[in-house]
């Protein structure tokens, strides 16, 4: 049974920080290309950060500079470290595990920048 589990959501004043954590299990995790989406109320769901199994980051230029995303294969998780964090940023982030032909998601955290 495959699981993507994410942790570390949370309310937070513009300009601070969080640590999203996504543990995999049930998968090769690292056959797997890892990615972070949101999806804010009314808008479609976004790819934020990922990483390939190589270890080869991509961002969404509205997040360039203020994320970072970062894998442990031997412990199979995902980080996204934010930075400098906006209101625009709040939604709900998912973890997904993109494998090829097989595709999963985590439930979701959610991410709220308010003062």
């Known amino acids: 049974q495959v699981q993507l589990v994410e942790s570390g959501g949370g309310l937070v004043q513009p300009g601070g920080s969080l640590r999203l954590s996504c543990a995999a299990s049930g998968i090769i995790f690292r056959f797997y290309d890892m990615n972070w989406y949101r999806q804010a109320p009314g808008k479609q769901r976004e790819l934020v950060a990922a990483?390939?199994?190589?270890?080869?980051?991509n961002y969404a230029n509205s997040v360039k500079g203020r994320f970072t995303i970062s894998r442990d294969n031997a412990g199979r998780m995902v980080y996204l470290q934010m930075n400098s964090l906006k209101p625009e940023d709040t939604a709900v982030y998912y973890c997904n595990a993109n494998g090829g032909s097989a595709n999963y998601w985590g439930q979701g955290t959610q991410v709220t920048v308010s003062s």
């Open positions: 990483i390939t199994v190589g270890g080869s980051a």
